[in-house]
């Protein structure tokens, strides 16, 4: 019995902090393949926009991207599966050399992303996998790249619901003194 009770507790403390926690902005670094910054803001109920400015490890080339993004819930608030894709620009200082005498041109294509994030309180942690597919230039075709992003929550859910539930009071206050003028 007792060895039951301890994993049941932990599990419901678990679920309590991470109940309500999901973000409508948020923002922080991404660090893997290549390191940058990157910014969310949620546009539907399970659908954000990201932004990734990011420079690379292996290639002379900093990279714009923006994407669209569907998350699903899997087993508690705040934990999230999600799936998506968008575009992205590059710019690149490759030199010439003698195998590319004209250096590489700046790439330009589509990017696919697919990942895991938790929210914890004001902190979103999210690890995913980003193949993007250059139609334009760039060093290769493809670039796998992979990526731990570290985001602060700063506009979250809850924040949200307080602000609504505040706007409602004003609101019933403003009929109950139908007396006053505006």
Sequence with gaps: MRNRFLPCLLLIFASQMLV??????AGGIRLGTDWGLTFKQRVAEHVTVEGILQQSFQREEFMV???AERHYKVLLNG????FGGGLH???NDQPSTFENPDGFKDPFGIT?????EIS???LNIAYDYKPAVNFVGGESRMYMQTGLSARYIFYSNRDLKKKERERKREARRKKLRFWEKD
């Design 20 to 25: 309500a926690q999901s973000y409508v902005t």
């Design 112 to 116: 696919a992303i697919g990942g895991l």
């Design 79 to 82: 934990l999230n599966f999600y």
């Design 120 to 122: 914890l309180g004001r």
């Design 65 to 67: 991207t923006a994407l």
């Design 89 to 91: 620009k590059g710019w």
